[in-house]
């Protein structure tokens, strides 16, 4: 990547891919908020209470945060303005644009990080079950999600003196309005710009990467050698056989989760690793905020923020019985307990939808 100021960039129309990107993020920002709100009210129901699903639920409100900051911040830039010194921007809606840009960073970043306390815990579970039972309980699962928000909130604070709202008659006496440069603190020290990079790029995004794929290779290793051993399972119990099989259901939907964090954010932490490695004055997060290349980049964040719901519902078998619940007023549908391992155990029992409807509709009060 090449490095630069601000000053290489100079006033330009939009176009190309940046005239429609506002509208493809409003479509995936609002359809993940929607997605991620059921995700949230389905892993909090009292019947899907556990460590897991705790992390889970956390997780789905920090990406539905994240998806509405970056909402707010691309109607604005890409629909009812433009990402151009050209257009007239006031001092208020830019700072609204920096501002919800580095919080979308830092919500993003918390669910990051959320994921690897799900894949810990489901690998210290599924590789050391022993262990699990006394580590991996609600109140150490909120201990781990207290830590992560605080952890990831001082993480952050340094981005924000990377950035200052400004004049553009400063630069451009013809032209009126406000726009985006680095601090006088920035442009002094070049070394804070690399570090802002290494920790952004690696800390952030490649060695999470690295860590879950370790983890999510090692429960896969697991997963194979249990499967192995499923024909004495199935000699057993009925609720034996049962048991093992959503167990395995739940690792794999917990690992394809991972993978999919992996795919889709390596490549932004990889260019940002890249450009730290010059140890020059970088333009790289000039470049997320007003590139085409960089608003491609930022579709990454927004559809791993959005998979989660597609997962969930194809894995996970208690996960569509309660959206079912929520979503159909006559029907009476089967839920297996101990169908997947989420602490849950007991018989088969059938509920009738129209009853537990009545209870959703109380509590959401509609």
């Not at 201990?143 to 990831?152: D, E, G, Q, S, Y």
């Not at 029907?331 to 009853?355: C, D, F, L, Q, R």
């Amino acid at each position: 990547m090449d490095n630069g100021t601000e000053a290489d960039y100079r006033p330009e129309s939009v176009s190309g891919y940046r005239l429609y990107h506002g509208y493809i993020s409003l479509v995936i920002c609002l359809s993940g908020i929607v997605l991620n709100i059921f995700n949230a009210f389905i892993w909090s129901r009292k019947r899907m209470k556990s460590s897991t699903n705790l992390i889970l639920m956390a997780l789905s409100i920090t990406d539905c945060v994240s998806l509405f900051l970056y909402l707010v911040y691309s109607s604005y830039l890409f629909i009812a303005t433009g990402p151009s010194q050209l257009l007239y921007h006031s001092e208020t809606c830019m700072y609204v644009v920096v501002i919800t840009f580095h919080e979308f960073i830092g919500f993003h970043t918390t669910s990051n990080w959320l994921t690897i306390c799900l894949a810990i815990f489901r690998y210290i579970k599924v590789c050391h079950p022993n262990s699990g039972k006394l580590w991996c309980n609600r109140k150490r699962a909120e201990l781990a999600i207290v830590l992560v928000f605080v952890m990831t909130t001082i993480a952050t604070i340094p981005f924000y003196f990377y950035y200052e709202v400004y004049n553009v008659s400063e630069d451009y006496p013809n032209i009126t309005g406000y726009w985006i440069r680095k601090t006088k603190f920035a442009r002094n020290n070049v070394d804070y710009q690399t570090i802002l990079l290494w920790l952004y790029g690696v800390i952030f995004k490649v060695c999470p990467s690295i860590a879950m794929v370790v983890l999510s290779a090692l429960m896969a290793l697991k997963l194979h050698r249990a499967q192995k051993r499923q024909k004495v399972f199935r000699v057993g119990p009925e609720s034996h056989v049962t048991n093992l099989r959503g167990y395995n259901h739940t690792t794999i939907m917990l690992i394809a989760i991972v993978m999919i964090y992996v795919i889709l954010e390596i490549p932004i932490g990889i260019s940002a690793f890249t450009s730290g490695l010059n140890g020059e004055e970088s333009h790289y997060f000039y470049f997320l905020l007003y590139s085409e290349v960089g608003d491609i980049l930022d579709l990454l964040p927004l559809l791993n923020a959005s998979f989660n719901f597609a997962v969930y519902f194809a894995l996970s078998d208690q996960f569509r019985s309660v959206f079912r619940l929520l979503i159909m007023r006559k029907a009476t549908i089967e839920i297996p307990h101990g169908s997947e391992t989420i602490e849950m155990s007991g018989s088969t029992k059938v509920y009738t939808v129209p009853v537990i409807w009545n209870s959703v509709r109380q509590t959401l009060h509609l």
